[in-house]
């Protein structure tokens, strides 16, 4: 089931460990928490010299399109999910099957 935006609450780094961001997405009957470490952001995105949430801002719709591909193979048995490079294979910009 894919996941789409959640409109309440917005992207944060977590302050229990300040190496992630964690964002909600829905899937239409429950809010998943999704944490995404910033240093796979920056390899993935690059944007050395960006802060954290203004990268994730800049490239919010592939984060999320991301989370939605990593959430329909993933269990996500605690509403939470942990996204890692595996999930961000694809380059930016580049057309999936």
Do not use: C, W
Request: aromatic letters at 6%; a negative charge.
């Amino acid at each position: 089931m894919p996941l789409t935006r959640y409109l309440d609450g917005g992207a944060h780094i977590l302050p229990a460990d300040e190496s992630l961001i964690r964002f909600a997405m829905t899937n239409g009957e429950r809010v998943i928490g999704i944490d995404v470490p910033i240093p796979v952001l920056r390899q993935h995105f690059g944007g050395a010299d960006i802060a954290p949430l203004d990268l994730f801002a800049k490239n919010q719709a592939a984060i999320e399109a991301a989370a939605s591909a990593a959430y329909d193979k993933t269990p996500t048995p605690n509403d939470l999910l942990d996204m890692g490079p595996e999930d961000f294979q694809t380059p930016p910009g580049a057309a999936t099957l």
